[in-house]
C-alpha cells in the first residue's frame, strides 16, 4: 500500500508506529527520501493528522496511516480537514477492541470510520480492500477521489489485509504534480491572499458550507459507489461481507455452491457510499441474508435499513481480532438455507445465543 | 508668498496588515503583537513566500488581520500544521501565532517537540497569563495567587502547580536556534520586542532552526484593570516571575543588526 501511495505520487507522509500498520510507515522511512520526498515520524498521532492537515493546505497530495487506537487520536484533525475540505487520504489497518485490545485483525472501526471521521457534520468517502491487489489499486484511487472530490478519503484495512503477503501488480509511476489548485496555500506571490480554515463563526455560513459538502457528497454517491458481486443472479441466500471477512465468506459461498446451495456474495468495496439500493433490490427476491463481519455487528445496521423488512436477514461475526473461517460461515449458510430464518427480531441477538462465545469459549 | 512645508509620512499600516477592524478589545497588546509582525515583514520583503499558521484563542481570526497566506489550526496544534507546511514548502517562511492556553497547554507535546526538531519555523508567543477568549480562566502561565474565573481565590500552587516558562524550557531544546522573552508594556520594550520578532525571522531565513519569541502581553478585559494600569501590571508583577531577556541565541545570529 505504502509502494502504490509512492506510485500514486503522494509527496508527503507523516505518521506514528502502532501495530499492525507500522511496516507502511518504515517502508515510507526508507522511500521517501530517496524520492527526494517528505517522510516525517511524529511525536503522537495527534501530531501526525495535523502535519498532514497543514501539509494539505499547499495542494500537495498527503497521507497518512494508522490502526484503531491511533485513529481515534487523530479524528480533531480529520474533522478540521473535512471542515477545511482537504483531500487527504488515510489508512486505517483495523485491530481489535475497544482500548488498547490487540494487535489481531478486526472490522470494529466500521462505526468510527463509516459513520464517523470525528465531530460536525459530513461524509467521508471510505474504501474496503480485501486482498493485497486490491488495497494496491485502492491506494490510487484514493487519492484521486480525495482530490477530485476535495474530500477526506478513508482506506479501511483490517490487520490481516495489512499484514498479508501474496502476488501482486504495482501500479506504474505516476509523475508528482507540477499544478497546484486554485485554493492552495503556497504564499501570495502577486495574488490576493489565500485562507484555510473550518471556522464559519456566523451559522448561517456554516450551514452553506454543511450545504455544499452534502451537495458533494450527493455527487459521490452517485458516481463512485463500488461493490461485487458473486453468484448473484440466483442466489436464495445473499451474503454480504467487506474486507477480510468477505474474502472468507467468499469461499464459503463456493464451497456451499459446490453443496448445490443457491448462495451469493455481495462484498461492497466502498462502505461509503454504501450499495443500500443494491441490498434493497436484492431483498426482493432473496429467502434471506446473512452478515458476515469481523465485529458485533456494525455494517449490519445499514443492510438492515436498505433491506427494510422486505427479507430475513441473519448476522454472524467473529470479534476481538478473531476471523472467522471459511467452515463457520459455511455452516450458517447451510443452516439458512434448511430453515427459515423470521423476519422479526434482532438478527444480533439471535447470533449472540447461537454462538455463545461467553459461555463455552470460542467454537 | 504662500509656501508648503514639505511633508515627510512617518507612520502608516504595514502592507501586510489588512485594512480590517479587528475583534481585541481596547488595550490588549495582540494589535501591537500584530503590527510588529506585519512591520518585520514588510521590511524583509516576504509578503509573497510568508505562510502563517493562526491558533484558537483570542488571535483565532489572526488570519483576518493579515494581508499574506493563512491556514487556522485546531487547538494547539498550529506548530504541527506549520511543520507539515514547512517539510513540503522548505523555502517558504512558515510562522505560528500563539496563546499561553495554546502553545503552553493543550499545545505543549506540539511545541516542545517542534523545537525538539529544529524545525525550521518562528513561534510568536503571547503570554498574558490568561485564557482570553474563554472569559478568563486560568492559563498554565497565570502568576501565583493570581484571581481567574477558575482560580477564584487566586492560583494555588499547592492544588494548581505552578507557571510554565516557555523561553526557558524551549531555549534547552537543541533545535532552537533563537529563543526570548520580550514585554510589550511600553515603547522601549516594544522596539526591543520589534528587534526580536525580526531576529527570530531571520534566523529561519538562514535554517537556524526553531525560533520563539514570547512577548508578555496585557489582558485587561480579563485582569480587571484599566489599559494603563494592565501595562503597569506587567512591569511590576509579569516581568519578576517572567524575566525578559535572550534564552537562546545561535551564534550565526551574534552580529546581526537591524
Known amino acids: 500500500m505504502a509502494e502504490a501511495a509512492i506510485r500514486a505520487g503522494v509527496e508527503a507522509y507523516f505518521g506514528y508506529p502502532i501495530t499492525p500498520q507500522t511496516e507502511l510507515l518504515e517502508w515510507m522511512a526508507a522511500r521517501m527520501p530517496e524520492l527526494g520526498r517528505t517522510f516525517l515520524q511524529a511525536e503522537s498521532e495527534v501530531a501526525a493528522i495535523n502535519m498532514v492537515y497543514g501539509a494539505a493546505c499547499t495542494g500537495a497530495r498527503v497521507m497518512s496511516s494508522s490502526s484503531s487506537p491511533g485513529v481515534s487520536l487523530m479524528m480533531e484533525g480529520l474533522s478540521y480537514i473535512a471542515g477545511t475540505e482537504l483531500p487527504v487520504v488515510l489508512v486505517d489497518v483495523v485491530r481489535g477492541g475497544p482500548g488498547l485490545g490487540n494487535i ?49 478519503v478513508f482506506v479501511m484495512a483490517d490487520g490481516n489485509v495489512g499484514q498479508i503477503m501474496e502476488p501482486a501488480e504495482l501500479p506504474p509511476f505516476q509523475p508528482l504534480k507540477t499544478q497546484y489548485p486554485d485554493w492552495a496555500v503556497r504564499g501570495a506571490e502577486n495574488r490576493e491572499k489565500h485562507i484555510l480554515s473550518s471556522i464559519y463563526i456566523k451559522p448561517e455560513d456554516e450551514e452553506v458550507t454543511n450545504y455544499r459538502l452534502l451537495e458533494r457528497w450527493h455527487e459521490i454517491e452517485s458516481n463512485e459507489l463500488r461493490y461485487k458481486e458473486y453468484f448473484l443472479d440466483d442466489a436464495e441466500i445473499v451474503v454480504i461481507g467487506f474486507g477480510t471477512a468477505g474474502r472468507v465468506a467468499f469461499s464459503a459461498v463456493r464451497a456451499a455452491r459446490a453443496q448445490g446451495i443457491r448462495v451469493g456474495l455481495l462484498r461492497p468495496i466502498t462502505l461509503r457510499p454504501f450499495p443500500s439500493a443494491q441490498i434493497a433490490e436484492l431483498s426482493k427476491t432473496a429467502k434471506a441474508l446473512l452478515v458476515v463481519e469481523m465485529n458485533s455487528g456494525q455494517m449490519l445496521d445499514d443492510v438492515q435499513l436498505a433491506v427494510a423488512g422486505h427479507a430475513p436477514v441473519d448476522f454472524y461475526g ?27 427480531g434482532d438478527p444480533r441477538r439471535r447470533w449472540a445465543q447461537r454462538v455463545n462465545y461467553g459461555r463455552n469459549g470460542i467454537k | 508668498m504662500v509656501t508648503t512645508a514639505p511633508t515627510r509620512l512617518v507612520y502608516q499600516r504595514p502592507t501586510t496588515l489588512s485594512d480590517t477592524p479587528n475583534s481585541y478589545c481596547p488595550g490588549c497588546t495582540h494589535g501591537v503583537a500584530h503590527r510588529l509582525v506585519a512591520e518585520v515583514l514588510d521590511e524583509m520583503d516576504v509578503r509573497g513566500r510568508t505562510i502563517g499558521v493562526a491558533p484558537v484563542g483570542c488571535s483565532v481570526f489572526a488570519y483576518n488581520y493579515f494581508d499574506f497566506d493563512f491556514v487556522e489550526a485546531a487547538h494547539g496544534r498550529a506548530p504541527a500544521m506549520a511543520t507539515g507546511i514547512k517539510r513540503v514548502l522548505p523555502d517558504r517562511i512558515v510562522f505560528t501565532y500563539q496563546g499561553d492556553g495554546d502553545m503552553a497547554s493543550i499545545g505543549m507535546g506540539e511545541i516542545m517537540h517542534a523545537a525538539g526538531r529544529g524545525e525550521n519555523i518562528t513561534v510568536i508567543f503571547i503570554n498574558n497569563a490568561i485564557y482570553g477568549m474563554t472569559g478568563g480562566q486560568m492559563a498554565p502561565t497565570t502568576l501565583p495567587g493570581q ?31 533563537y529563543v526570548v522573552r ?53 512591569e511590576e508583577r509579569m516581568v519578576l516571575v517572567y524575566p525578559l531577556g535572550d534564552y537562546k541565541v545561535s551564534p550565526s545570529l551574534a552580529n546581526l543588526r537591524f
Not at chain 2, 205 to 227: D, Q
Request: with cysteine; proline share 6%; aromatic share 8%.
Open chain 1, 104 to 152: 489481531a485483525p478486526s472490522q470494529g472501526d466500521y462505526y468510527q470510520i463509516v459513520k464517523g471521521g470525528g465531530h460536525g457534520d459530513y461524509f467521508p468517502i471510505v474504501l474496503a480492500p480485501s486482498n493485497v491487489q486490491e488495497a494496491i489499486d485502492l491506494m490510487v484511487l484514493s487519492f484521486d477521489l480525495a482530490e477530485k472530490y476535495r474530500s477526506l
Open chain 1, 318 to 344: 467473529r470479534m476481538g481480532g478473531m476471523v472467522p473461517y471459511q467452515d463457520e460461515i459455511l455452516a450458517e449458510i447451510v443452516r439458512m438455507a434448511g430453515e427459515d430464518i423470521p423476519l422479526e
Open chain 2, 147 to 177: 484571581k481567574t474565573t477558575s482560580s477564584p481565590t487566586g492560583r494555588d500552587v499547592e492544588v494548581a502547580g505552578f507557571p510554565l516558562h516557555m523561553a526557558e524550557l524551549l531555549s534547552n531544546m537543541e533545535g532552537s536556534g
Open chain 2, 182 to 234: 520580550r514585554s510589550l508594556h511600553d515603547p522601549k520594550n516594544i522596539r526591543l520586542a520589534k528587534k526580536a520578532i525580526r531576529t527570530a525571522f531571520e534566523a529561519q531565513v538562514r535554517g537556524l532552526g526553531f525560533s520563539m519569541v514570547e512577548l508578555l502581553s496585557s489582558c485587561p478585559t480579563n485582569w480587571g484593570l484599566t489599559p494603563k494600569d494592565a501595562l503597569t501590571w506587567i
